[in-house]
């Protein structure tokens, strides 16, 4: 049912606009300590605010302060990606009807750099994050980390939200109508390397996993194209070179 391909290597999903970026060059290979690689794990989220604390808190949530709780959950509602039902039997969807029991409601952000500032009011009540494996609750309570960049990060977010879910809408609509299914209790997921110039111009997107769906891997390539550019991109995120690199996985589940 569905289309497997495997990647040896990168998928570049767009074109470098500069040929001579790809030249060859000499590097040299500084292997981080444990504890540094430690502290650049994680996954960037939003959390409704608890108790803060000064220490750093062992967790790999990553989001606008080092916060503790009592016990972790997500929000039930998970918009802006809502959950909604497809009809038919276990799970599987007739060609002509319309995509109606996916769980849009999960987009993952997961990255290697670092994290960013304010969470906006009404957005603690709901979560679009992918946290798997906890309970869920009344609200959004985690425990995290402080993340210097976490507002970049919202903000991405923030302008992909308007782009990812219509498009894999659409992108399943037109699998359902050829008679394709997405079978039922299983994640999909695609992770991307997203390339930014120093404006915050998507110069490259690499995909570094593949949901085994091309459809569902597009439909995130699409997302970031349209949503980008990301404008004024903080200066601790760029290399040597002033380009930016961040990685987000999409996670539908259906």
Same mark, same amino acid.
């Given at each position: ?10 998928w570049?999903?767009?074109?470098s606009?500069n ?10 290979? @500084? ?28 967790? %790999? ?20 990606? %809502? ?16 995509p109606?029991?996916?769980? $849009?409601?999960?987009?993952? @952000? ?12 009404g ?8 946290? %798997? /494996? ?6 959004? $309570? ?9 507002? =970049? ?18 992108? $399943?609509?037109?699998? =359902?109508?050829?008679?394709?299914? $997405? ?12 390339v ?5 111009? #998507?110069?490259? #997107? ?8 091309l459809?569902? /891997? ?11 550019? =990301? &404008?004024? &991109? ?15 996985? =999409?996670?539908? %589940?259906?």
């Open positions: 049912m569905c289309v497997m391909f495997v990647l040896s290597r990168q570049d999903a767009r074109p606009v040929d001579a970026a790809n030249a060859a060059v000499d590097v040299e290979v @500084v292997p981080l300590t444990k504890e540094q690689m430690d502290k650049l794990k994680g996954q960037i989220v939003e959390s409704s605010p608890a108790k803060k604390t000064d220490e750093t808190p062992k967790t %790999k949530y990553l989001s606008q302060q080092n916060q503790v709780v009592e016990r972790e959950t997500r929000a039930a509602n998970t918009a802006p990606f %809502k959950e909604a039902k497809i009809g038919g039997q276990s799970g599987k969807v007739q060609a002509q009807q319309q109606k029991d996916l769980a $849009l409601g999960h987009l993952g @952000v997961k990255m290697d750099y670092k994290p960013m500032g304010n969470l906006g009011p957005a603690m009540a709901s979560t679009s994050d992918y946290l %798997k /494996d906890t309970q869920q609750g009344a609200q959004t $309570l985690l425990n995290t980390r402080e993340y210097a960049y976490f507002s =970049f990060y919202q903000r991405v977010r923030k302008q992909l939200e308007q782009y990812w879910e219509p498009g894999l809408r659409e992108r $399943l609509r037109t699998m =359902f109508d050829r008679g394709r299914r $997405l079978a039922a209790e299983q994640e999909h997921s695609t992770k991307l390397t997203v930014m110039a120093k404006d915050g111009t #998507i110069t490259r #997107i690499l995909v570094d996993g593949t949901s085994g769906m459809d569902l /891997d597009q439909a995130a390539i699409d997302a970031f194209n349209k949503a980008g550019p =990301f &404008p004024n &991109p903080p200066q601790g995120l760029m290399d040597a070179e002033g380009t930016v690199k961040i990685e987000w996985e =999409f996670v539908l %589940k259906t």
